[in-house]
C-alpha cells in the first residue's frame, strides 16, 4: 500500500493550498482516510478525516472553519483544501488511511485505534 501525498509548499500567511493523497495498493472506499500533521519539535496530530460511513467528517479544532477535507472514491483519493493559512499551520502533512469505517469522534477513535497506513509527508510552510 502507498500513500503519495502533494501539494505541500511555502505559501503567505492568509493564502491557500490543496494537499492531494493517492492511495494505490488496496482500495479505502468504504474506511476512512484523513490527514495528521508533525510540526518541528511537536508530536503527531490529527487534522482531519472523512469516513465512508455517512461521509463523516471530523476535524481539529485548530483547523475548523479554514481547513475542507474531500474525498473521491473512484480515484481512491483524499484531499484537503487549507484557506487562511497561518505560520502555526506550518508543519509536515502526512495522508493516512484505514480500512475501518469510523464515525463520531473521529479524531479520538482513530487516533486511540491506531492507523492502518501511513504516507510519506508533504511539506508546509506558511511564512508570516
Known amino acids: 500500500v502507498q500513500l503519495q501525498a502533494s501539494g505541500g509548499g511555502l505559501v503567505q500567511a492568509g493564502g491557500s493550498l490543496r494537499l492531494s493523497c493517492a492511495a494505490s495498493g488496496r482500495t479505502f472506499s468504504s474506511g476512512t482516510m484523513g490527514w495528521f500533521r508533525q510540526a518541528p519539535g511537536k508530536e503527531r496530530e490529527f487534522v482531519s478525516a472523512i469516513s465512508w460511513r455517512r461521509s463523516s467528517t471530523d476535524y481539529a479544532d485548530s483547523v475548523k472553519g479554514r481547513f475542507a477535507i474531500s474525498r473521491d472514491n473512484a480515484k481512491n483519493m483524499v484531499y484537503l483544501q487549507m484557506n487562511s493559512l497561518k505560520a502555526e499551520d506550518t508543519a509536515v502533512y502526512y495522508c493516512?488511511?484505514?480500512?475501518?469505517?469510523?464515525?463520531?469522534?473521529?479524531?479520538?477513535?482513530?487516533?486511540?485505534?491506531?492507523?492502518?497506513?501511513w504516507g510519506k509527508g508533504t511539506q508546509v510552510t506558511v511564512s508570516s
Open positions: 493516512a488511511a484505514d480500512d475501518r469505517a469510523f464515525d463520531g469522534n473521529i479524531a479520538a477513535i482513530w487516533v486511540r485505534s491506531g492507523v492502518n497506513y
